[in-house]
């Protein structure tokens, strides 16, 4: 079963970056993407970006485009969320997730990174 772990979240303030990596170890069959999501306090959780893990198609969420940028390194497993122009309401616990190509459904996820900006 494909592990997930995130790393790069912490304590930025307004107009700062961050760089959320997800790596992943073990088969990656029958997925085709890799999501990233995020749940604040009190919240849902909610969609924030996805990559297909073949060729360039990449999504994004309304209230992140333009400022977040997700990438994936084939060679180390790994995928990236560049974070750009942070505000407060980006606070939130962090996950990534690879979504099952037969269900759509996304159903293995990462422990979580925080990530929170202060005003």
């Known amino acids: 079963q494909v592990q997930l772990v995130e790393s790069g979240g912490g304590l930025v303030q307004a107009g700062g970056s961050l760089r959320l990596s997800c790596a992943a170890s073990?088969?990656?069959?029958?997925?085709?993407?890799v999501g990233w999501f995020r749940q604040a306090p009190g919240k849902e959780r909610e969609f924030v970006a996805a990559?297909?893990?073949?060729?360039?198609?990449?999504y994004y969420a309304d209230s992140v485009k333009g400022r977040f940028t997700i990438s994936r390194d084939n060679a180390k497993n790994t995928v990236y969320l560049q974070m750009n122009s942070l505000k407060p309401g980006d606070t939130a616990v962090y996950y990534c997730?690879?979504?099952?190509?037969?269900?759509?459904?996304?159903?293995?996820w990462g422990q979580g990174t925080q990530v929170t900006v202060s005003s």
């Open positions: 073990g088969p990656i069959f029958n997925r085709d993407r």
């Open positions: 997730a690879v979504r099952d190509i037969v269900t759509m459904r996304y159903d293995s």
């Open positions: 990559i297909r893990l073949s060729g360039t198609l990449t």
